[in-house]
């Protein structure tokens, strides 16, 4: 099966700085890769989604994210960390099912944004 | 445009109680719809989907049960709670591929 992981379930960064939150999948096939974000009680938003085109993808809210096959990563980053980016960031890897795909899901990392 | 939706948002029930939680998408026909949960410190399980009426899958063996009644209407259940059933329970819909459109969730407190 596929899978993510998510290195550092908490990420601190101050308000301005760069965002860089790490993520390395494991596939035997080429993978489909996204990044969601959570707001505490809220559902996931999609971010950006890798799907074998440009490696480099820009998302919503001003992130983006670069595909490294010969590293097997998928780090998101955003270059001004603004405060309303507090929140659960996830990666996720698509993944065969029987009559269908869903995703697997890293552990996520909490975002904090100091003034 | 679709819209995907899940209620109660919060719930508080008894050990040994009955559940029943409801998604329903709007604006689509025959959409695949799943069931995840979201517990602390175990990110995000896939528990059930559904690629057509009265058609489930389970992903993991578990206390909870899936029903889709109608063609829009995906509904997680169980018997008799667990403390372990709470959690953050998502819906996500999506066409083909894997499920890329969330609710907004249920927070289940068993107590």
């Known amino acids: 099966a596929q899978s993510v992981t998510q290195l550092g379930s908490h990420v601190s960064v101050s308000e301005g700085a760069l965002v860089l939150l790490r993520c390395n999948y494991s596939s035997s096939v080429p993978p489909y890769l996204f990044w969601y974000v959570q707001y505490p009680n809220q559902g996931l938003q999609l971010l950006l989604k890798?799907?074998?085109?440009?490696?480099l993808v820009k998302g919503i809210n001003g992130f983006e994210a670069e595909f490294k096959k010969s590293k097997t990563s998928f780090h998101l980053t955003k270059p001004s960390a603004h405060m309303s980016d507090a929140a659960e960031y996830f990666c996720a890897v698509s993944d065969k099912i029987d009559s269908g795909y869903a995703l697997n899901f890293g552990k996520g990392t909490s975002l904090l944004v100091t003034p | 445009s679709q819209t995907i939706h899940q209620w109660p948002a919060t719930l508080v029930q008894p050990v040994g109680s009955p559940l029943s939680l409801e998604c329903t998408v709007e604006g689509t026909s025959n959409p695949n719809l799943y069931w995840y949960r979201q517990a602390a410190g175990r990110g995000l399980q896939l528990l059930f989907y559904?690629?057509?009426?009265?058609?489930i899958s389970s992903e993991v063996p578990q206390n909870l049960s899936a029903s889709r009644p109608q063609d829009r209407q995906f509904i997680l259940s169980s018997k008799k709670l667990l403390l372990s059933d709470s959690g953050f329970y998502l819906c996500?819909?999506?066409?083909?591929?894997?499920?890329?459109?969330f609710g907004n969730g249920t927070r289940l407190t068993v107590t």
């Open positions: 559904s690629v057509g009426i009265g058609q």
């Open positions: 890798y799907t074998s085109a440009a490696t």
């Open positions: 996500a819909w999506s066409f083909e591929g894997p499920p890329l459109h």
